[in-house]
């Protein structure tokens, strides 16, 4: 009688599901206050040498739409879209934007692309060569429909490009060649001609090291120069677009110094805040918490949560309207959940491993209530701003997202003036687009003043 487990996942699979969502290969954080970093930092050097172990249970309920017939795309012969306007584009510049993963027979529909502003279609792989390579051959007529849909919508299209193998080095291992990052160069040129898309999204997690990221600004800079010309052979008004997915907890030292360059050769960063807890078959695995408190958080973490990542990079990079806050739409749960000794805790708390290995999961959100959750008795954290599920019989915690804790983070994005969202993954709302309207509906627009006040005390960043 298991509500939630039901189809484990392959070990490759999971490590091939890396997605915006696997925390394992993040890069340590640190305390915002700490006063001793050091035992911080040397905790992390022990703890971020991730154990990858087979967490059973790292499953998702794909069930459902992976065997479900997939629809018709929709069509576009209608006279004229129903949404004309879009509240967050325009001249205030600001963004919803969804990952939509290809090849898994979920739909995409008018309706779902015409809450958002930008789609980034995940995933094109980067080849030993640099050239780059979609995964199935039925996703290139996928993809051909969707960004039809989507520029008859007036929503920006975009592709993501990473490994097909996490771990794999190919970032690295091509923008280091000369000649191989000029195919890259070439080969991203060639989709965005070849589909009409707007611009890409540089998926990679992440560079470690000073000269990874003189890689990936040398990366950006050629791609700049190339949009330049593409953009002038086509007759393109606006320039193409480049977005990078940046860690909530950069290594800082490294990343202070490119960090003025970075912001300026990109569009926006896509802040990976949707995944501080959950990555059961890390060494960290057993840390229970939300997919994105919005304040407070695990000891482990430092503490760290949303506020602090916007806090950080608004104050570090004075552009809070290029930073973009990540969301999930997946539901995170962990199994023998150490029950605390004042039982009204219930927030941060731990799972017991059983022979080294968390038992816990995720799975979409879209799946969460036909697997007869009542969602609107879920309690609410007012210390992370977020909803859960706590069952001390059973000894399980569920950490998720919904309206409610979206509406949270949207007020504090209109507050803070930052750019917009970014949600991990469109393929995981449900059919009623529940969480993406709770996102599209807010009006980021709304926010008084300069898009690029920074509105935090920046002492000590
Ligand atoms: C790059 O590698 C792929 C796969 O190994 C191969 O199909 C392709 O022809 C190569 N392209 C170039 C330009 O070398
Ligand atoms: C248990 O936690 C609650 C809420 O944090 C607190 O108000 C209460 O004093 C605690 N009880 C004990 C015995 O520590
Ligand atoms: C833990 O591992 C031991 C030795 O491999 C095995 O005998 C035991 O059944 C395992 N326990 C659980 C709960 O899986
Ligand atoms: C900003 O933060 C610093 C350090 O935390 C504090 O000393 C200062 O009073 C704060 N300034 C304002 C205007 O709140």
């Not at 998702?60 to 006279?79: G, K, M, N």
């Not at 970075?262 to 890390?282: A, M, Q, R």
């Not at 036909?370 to 210390?383: C, D, I, M, R, V």
Request: aromatic share 12%; with cysteine; hydrophobic share 30%.
């Amino acid at each position: 009688m298991d509500l939630l487990n039901d189809s484990p996942r392959g070990i490759e699979q999971m490590l091939l599901d890396t997605g915006f969502s696997d925390l394992d290969k993040d890069v340590p954080p640190r305390r915002r206050r700490s006063k001793n970093c050091c035992s911080s930092c040397c905790m992390w050097t022990v703890l971020a040498i991730a154990i990858v172990t087979m967490a059973y249970g790292l499953t998702e309920t794909t069930l459902y739409f992976l065997t479900r017939e997939h629809d018709e795309p929709p069509t576009t012969t209608a006279s004229s879209p129903t949404t004309t306007t879009l509240k967050n584009s325009g001249t205030c510049e600001k963004r919803i934007i969804g990952y939509f993963r290809l090849g898994e027979s979920s739909e995409l529909t008018e309706k779902q692309i015409s809450l958002l502003t930008h789609i980034i279609f995940y995933k094109f792989n980067i080849q030993e060569n640099g050239t780059l390579t979609i995964g199935k051959p039925e996703e290139k007529e996928e993809l051909a429909g969707l960004v039809k849909t989507a520029k008859w919508l007036n929503v920006k299209t975009m592709f993501s490009i990473d490994e097909e193998k996490s771990g794999s080095n190919l970032f690295s291992s091509v923008t280091a060649d000369t000649k191989k990052r000029r195919t890259l160069v070439d080969s991203i040129s060639f989709v965005i001609k070849e589909y009409h898309m707007d611009g890409v999204d540089i998926f990679w997690k992440w560079p470690s090291n000073e000269q990874e990221y003189s890689k990936l600004i040398l990366l950006c800079t050629e791609l700049r120069e190339r949009f330049g010309q593409l953009a002038q052979a086509t007759n393109r008004k606006t320039p193409f677009l480049i977005s990078l997915i940046l860690s909530p907890w950069p290594k800082h030292d490294t990343y202070r110094r490119i960090q003025d360059k970075i912001t300026t050769l990109v569009d926006f960063l896509n802040v990976e805040t949707n995944n501080y807890y959950g990555s059961w078959f890390s060494e960290a695995g057993h840390f229970i918490g939300p997919p994105a408190a919005l304040y407070s958080g695990h000891e482990y973490h430092g503490g760290e949560n949303v506020d602090y990542a916007m806090w950080y990079h608004s104050c570090r990079t004075g552009n809070p309207n290029k930073l973009n806050i990540g969301l999930s739409f997946r539901v995170n749960y962990w199994e023998n959940v150490i029950l605390p000794q004042n039982k009204s805790d219930t927030l941060w708390l731990k799972a017991e491993k059983i022979n080294g290995t968390v038992r816990g999961g995720w799975l979409s959100w879209r799946n969460f209530e036909k697997k007869g959750w009542n969602l609107p008795s879920a309690s609410w954290n007012q210390e992370s701003r977020t909803p859960y599920f706590w069952e001390p019989d059973e000894r399980r915690y569920i950490a998720f997202e919904n309206e409610r804790s979206i509406q949270e983070k949207t007020n504090y994005a209109i507050d803070k003036n930052i750019g917009g969202f970014t949600i991990w993954a469109l393929n995981d709302d449900d059919d009623d687009y529940s969480l993406s309207k709770a996102v599209g509906s807010a009006n980021l627009c709304s926010g008084k003043g300069d898009n690029s006040i920074v509105n935090y005390n920046c002492t000590g960043v």
